[in-house]
């Protein structure tokens, strides 16, 4: 890692990548944003990395973009073609595939780009503290980060709509309510329990879970019955995979499964 404003510790095959600007609230300036995706490219490259968790330090998940850096770059910056290139080739968490399962552990804000890296994440819980929103309407842009596209993906339309217009937070409560996260957990059991999911997760067959959630991801974009074909697929190809003979084998013998990646 090239910057300490992201920190990745490794434990049981699980990789917890934390933001670490907490005087800043986390808000993701650009030397943020890089080791960022150093961190979230060595999740996608190590073989020993079966799951990663997303946190932020010091009480606060991530309050978005860095606006005091924006205001400082002004609109010479925003024009300059090196600018555009640079700022595309950091922010690409939005876009980056990312085949191995990330939970996100969420205290305090997730706002703007906070959000939007949250809903990159397979799964999330978070804090009663936690606070969600896309705020950039507010501030006359709107998000660019994959934000109106994934929330409306992951929410009911008009709750959704109702965040992205307005660019109102909404509390722990709600946004469980609504299926924006799946737990709401103390503040002392957050990363606990955001690591003893990851565990569970990398225990697992790596070839079936990273096939499982291909086939789940790519059935919000195709009809069902395109869905069962590419499930089917891909769950034959699974089964010719050494794990997919352990594991009855271990069920048979009355033993735990070693599952190996192959």
Not at 3 to 11: E, M
Not at 169 to 178: E, F
Not at 246 to 262: S, V
Request: glycine share 10%.
């Amino acid at each position: 890692m090239s910057s300490d404003t992201v920190r990745l510790d490794l434990a049981d095959q699980v990789a917890v990548i934390t933001l670490n600007r907490p005087h800043q609230r986390n808000a993701m300036n650009r030397e943020l944003r890089g080791a960022l995706m150093e961190a979230l490219q060595r999740v996608r490259e190590d073989a020993g990395i079966r799951a990663a968790v997303l946190t932020g330090a010091g009480g606060t998940f991530s309050a978005g973009a860095d606006l005091k850096e924006r205001a400082q770059g002004g609109r010479a910056e925003a024009n300059n073609i090196e600018s555009i290139v640079e700022t595309h080739r950091i922010v690409g968490f939005s876009t980056m595939p990312m085949e191995k399962p990330l939970i996100a552990a969420i205290d305090g804000y997730c706002l703007a780009a906070g959000l939007e890296l949250a809903l990159l994440c397979d799964i999330r819980i978070c804090t009663p503290e936690a606070r969600f929103g896309l705020p950039e309407i507010i501030r006359g842009f709107f998000p660019g980060g994959g934000g109106p596209q994934r929330l409306i993906r992951a929410i009911p339309q008009s709750a959704a709509m109702e965040m992205i217009l307005t660019g109102d937070q909404i509390d722990a409560s709600t946004a469980q309510r609504c299926g924006l996260v799946s737990r709401v957990v103390p503040q002392d059991n957050l990363l606990e329990t955001a690591h003893q999911i990851a565990q569970r997760i990398a225990g697992h067959a790596p070839l079936a879970v990273r096939a499982v959630k291909e086939v789940a991801q790519a059935s919000m974009d195709e009809t069902l019955a395109q869905a069962l074909r590419f499930g089917g697929t891909l769950r034959w190809i699974i089964g010719q995979t050494d794990d997919a003979k352990e594991g009855p084998r271990a069920f048979a013998e009355r033993r735990a499964a070693e599952y190996k990646g192959q």
